[in-house]
């Protein structure tokens, strides 16, 4: 017996050898996903510590406008310390979120999950916090649709946090749970953010994409990279126990396609942007 994303054992075993190979197949493929997601979004969460908060330390502020402009801009304290919150915490909870999934941890060392959870929550209600203050001080550089999606990413955030520290006060665990799996689908947005962006600039060359973050894809973009995610979650949380040999085999594909395309993409960034500001970060201690 098994236990799944949620914490819970499968019902009943595969009969045939087909469906115990898919059912192997969905657990090491969905596995080695969990394990890129993780190393790479902790590799980003270091890069959002080493470049943007060091900055803020340093006081060089300019240097958030080498990756995006118009970012920082003197005279606007109240938006400036918004998104410095946003970038603090926010590198928090990319590298604690996926420590609290790993059911290992949930179950030896309930103390150490219980207060890295604290942490967590905290961390993602400051960082939405701090991304809503810099839209209502300055806006986004790309505009209503951009102002709006990422208010919506902002509020969605707020409600999974308090919604998974709610839950689990109250001795809910596994409404507790699927909250804290939501909230992990939304802290991951602004790795998945970087990396779809990244693989569309090469791929296409920037199709549909403007200096000012206004066009179509910028728009679909700022939608695009939390939404998704949280389809996915509601699948993990409200998946059958069992699947049919022919969809677990294919589901365990696209698993192993998803994991392909997030390695190939961290091991370029990594390269060429965070690796780079990390050890300069690290070099400078």
């Not at 999934?101 to 179950?107: K, N, Q």
């Not at 219980?114 to 942490?119: C, K, L």
């Not at 969605?156 to 998974?164: K, S």
């Amino acid at each position: 017996m098994i236990k799944n994303i949620m914490g819970k054992p499968e019902v009943s075993a595969p009969h045939s050898k087909l469906e115990k190979l898919a059912s192997i197949s969905i657990r090491w493929s969905g596995f080695l996903l969990v394990a890129t997601v993780w190393i790479s979004a902790g590799l980003f969460g270091l890069y959002i510590l080493a470049f943007y908060v060091s900055a803020l330390y340093t006081g060089n502020l300019e240097q958030w406008n080498n990756i995006l402009h118009g970012l920082y801009q003197k005279g606007f304290v109240t938006a400036t310390a918004g998104v410095g919150l946003h970038f603090i915490t926010g590198g928090i909870i990319l590298i604690l979120g996926s420590i609290q999934l790993i059911e290992a941890v949930r179950t030896r060392y309930p103390v150490f999950h219980r207060w890295v959870g604290r942490i967590y929550v905290l961390a993602s209600l400051l960082t939405a916090t701090g991304g809503l203050i810099f839209i209502i001080a300055k806006g986004t550089i790309g505009g209503l649709v951009m102002n709006i999606g990422f208010s919506f990413y902002g509020l969605l955030m707020l409600i999974a946090a308090v919604e998974t520290y709610r839950h689990a006060v109250a001795g809910r665990i596994d409404k507790h749970r699927a909250w804290a799996l939501r909230l992990y689908a939304l802290a991951i947005g602004s790795w998945l953010y970087r990396m779809d962006y990244g693989f569309w600039l090469q791929l296409t060359g920037g199709l549909g994409h403007l200096h000012n973050f206004e066009g179509p894809f910028d728009r679909i973009m700022a939608f695009f990279f939390y939404i998704p995610n949280l389809f996915v979650a509601e699948v993990f949380i409200k998946k059958h126990n069992r699947v049919s040999s022919f969809l677990g085999i294919l589901s365990a594909f696209i698993l192993l396609s998803m994991t392909a395309f997030l390695l190939l993409g961290t091991y370029y960034f990594t390269k060429l942007y965070w690796g780079p500001a990390i050890l300069e970060w690290v070099s400078g201690f």
